[in-house]
Structure formats: structure tokens, C-alpha cells
């Protein structure tokens, strides 16, 4: 996902108005839709190679963006003071998060040990406006979230929060995280019971107190009314896309950072 795009062109040629939409490098069909609107609207107006000199430099400078995605420390930032113990006998447990575009998200949760299984969605607005064409309108309420089924005997809550502050996200950053901007990638905890919101408000109450980031934490921390599953393609997107310049800028360095600051947490994913 690319967090710019050229959506309306002004009659005057010199006018470029820039919004903030996510698109898929590749046979998406938000692509080609942007593909086709730039070649019809501004073919007339420009030289062929300077459409493509625009639309190379946008590209570039968004996926600078993402080295900003990563306010935390090099190391892995202080555990969870206020914590649930790991439980007695293997279960199932979810928690649910977003942190900018899920491709990342969901490429370094399902490298976490104890995770069971990620799938990565839409929370926060209703269940007729949960998908991909619509959330990207930013009028939806949805965010860009990973839903996280793991067992609590292999690890806790906390770790996972700890994760997500550490690795996935800025936690810092308001709707937006990097070249991604809008309110469906702000930084969210869905809790799905009163122990993860008292887990959860502790813990950034933790980190703000101890100024671990430069900036004040923005993540809000929500009840979880519903989790809606994100289409296929977005699925292990990361996985199966590793060539695809976004995720080589914007994903495998976090998948990079979870190897380097949790190595006893780190497990090898090659797919469902």
C-alpha cells in the first residue's frame, strides 16, 4: 500500500491535487483505476515521460516515509508492569490491533511464538462498510486491523503489547503511520474484556510516564465490536508479495526488528 495518490486533477494543468488513498502496486483494482485515471486525465496535458517521472518520484518519497515508522528505541522497549501470568494449560485467546497498513501488522504477529493464527480485517465502523474500496474512502470508521488468536500459556498478552509498541508501529504517530495517512491506519487496541483494556491503558500509561518515545502515545485503546476479515488477496500479502518495493521498505525491516529485539519470541513463517 502506497499512502498517496493523484485522484482529482484541476482543469488547470498546474494544479495536482494529492489524497491520501492505499493501492496495490500490482492487479488490484484500485491500481488500475489509478493507472487508468492518470494516463486519461494527464496524457493530454503531458509528456509521456514526465507522467512517469511524477509518479516514480511520488512512489520514492512515500516509501521514504517509512523509515519514520518506528519511533521505539533500537532495543525492545521496558515489558508490561501490569500483566496477566501465562496460563496454567494451553487455549485460545484473541486480541486484536491495528497499526497503519495490516500487511505489516500481520507480517510480524504471525512470527510471534504462541501465535495460532492471524487475519488481517477491518474494526471500528459497521460490517456493510468492511471492505478494502470502501475503508480506503477514510469514511467508514474501519481501521486497517490484525486479529490475533494465540495461546496464553505460551505467551501473555503483555508480550504481544510489547510487540506492538516495539516493532510494528509508531505508536506516536495520529492517522497516519508513514506514507500511510488517513484514520484507517491510526493506532488502535480493540480489547475484547476488561482485563486487556486494564493491560492495555496500564501499559501506555507505563511508557509515556517513562517517555520511551519522543512523543506522546496517540493509540487508543477501544472495546472490539466486531472484526470483519479482510479479502483474500490481503491475506499473507507480505508473505507472498516479498518483491513488491512497499514491503521490502515498510515491512521487512519489522520482521527484521522481531528477529533482532525478540529472538526467543521469534518463529519462522512460511504460510498457512
Known sequence: MIGWLVRDIDPLPTTLQLHSVSFSGGPHP?????????????????????????????????????????????????????????????GKQTAVFAGGCFWGTQSVFERVKGVLKTTAGYSGGSAKTATYDQVSTETTGHAESVEVIYDPSKITYGQLLRIFF????????????????????????????????????????????????????????????GFYRAEDYHQDYALHHEENPYIQVCDVPKIKALKQQF????VEYQGK
Open 30 to 90: 484500485i491500481w488500475e483505476r489509478f493507472r487508468t485515471l492518470i494516463m486519461q486525465k494527464l496524457s493530454r496535458r503531458f509528456h509521456f515521460r514526465l507522467i512517469h517521472l511524477v509518479l516514480a518520484l511520488g512512489v520514492t518519497i512515500s516509501l521514504l516515509a517509512c523509515t519514520t515508522t518506528q519511533a521505539a528505541p533500537s532495543g525492545p522497549i521496558p515489558a508490561a508492569k501490569v500483566d496477566a501470568p501465562l496460563a496454567a494449560a494451553p
Open 166 to 225: 516495539s516493532v510494528v508501529h509508531d505508536p506516536t504517530q495520529l492517522n497516519r503511520q508513514g506514507p500511510d495517512v488517513g484514520t484507517s491506519y491510526r493506532s488502535v487496541i480493540f480489547y475484547t474484556d476488561d482485563e486487556q483494556m486494564r493491560i492495555a491503558t496500564a501499559y501506555i500509561a507505563q511508557l509515556d510516564a517513562a517517555k520511551v518515545f519522543p512523543k506522546a502515545i496517540v493509540t487508543e485503546v477501544t472495546p472490539l465490536k
Open 263 to 266: 529472538p526467543d519470541l521469534f
